[in-house]
């Protein structure tokens, strides 16, 4: 759902335009208090913990912004062993192009959310970028020669723009091409996840 607030796509187009260079290295992390017991979160049998909840937020978000293919990963996590759920795990990912990339998400913090994108020519770091109230205005910060830049986003509601995307599709009965390219990233970001699943877990 977070992918379809406008800030992402101000985001591509600042890359775009080379505005921080070339793409060294993207950063996320998407970590929040412990859930209160009765949580889904805390049921092994209804798929709980972080693989399952959190951690394809900063996976999709990394994928919103690097295509090149995956080189090599290492997957490292943390267990809580009274309800028997992950919670926290954390991926390094190197891609062909060089591209390094470190994401974590995890439960038992205090609340932090972000995407960081870290360029030859400077940073671009968008905070909250999971779960945004429909009235933040949320803000895009640009750090470059040392000069801190900030884009201020009216309030969005993302879960509305993605009803409205989706119903768009149904009313014209067709996909474009940009259209199939979203699915087939979603489908190839899936095989990631479920590779870390099958090579580290063991199921």
Request: with cysteine; glycine share 4%; proline share 3%.
């Amino acid at each position: 759902m977070f992918k379809f607030h406008t800030q992402n796509s101000i985001v591509k187009s600042l890359l775009k335009k080379k505005i921080i260079g070339d793409i060294k290295f993207f950063e996320s992390k998407f970590l929040y208090p412990k859930p209160l017991k009765n949580n889904i979160r805390l049921k092994p049998k209804l798929f709980g913990g972080v693989y399952h909840d959190s951690i394809g937020y900063p996976v999709n978000a990394l994928h919103l912004f690097i295509e090149d293919k995956i080189k090599k990963y290492e997957v490292s996590y943390t267990f809580d062993k009274f309800y028997k759920v992950d919670d926290c795990i954390n991926l390094q990912i190197e891609f062909t192009n060089k591209t390094i990339a470190n994401l974590t998400a995890g439960f038992g913090f205090e609340y932090e959310s972000y995407y960081k994108i870290y360029g030859t020519k400077g940073i671009i770091k968008v905070e909250k970028p999971f779960s945004i109230n429909a009235n933040i205005a949320n803000k895009i910060y640009i750090n470059k020669n040392n000069k801190l830049e900030i884009i201020k986003m009216k309030p969005e509601d993302q879960f509305l723009l993605m009803i409205e995307y989706f119903s768009n599709l149904i009313l014209k009965n067709k996909y474009s091409f940009f259209e199939k390219n979203i699915l087939s990233k979603n489908e190839k970001i899936q095989k990631f996840i479920f590779k870390i699943n099958n090579n580290f877990f063991g199921t």
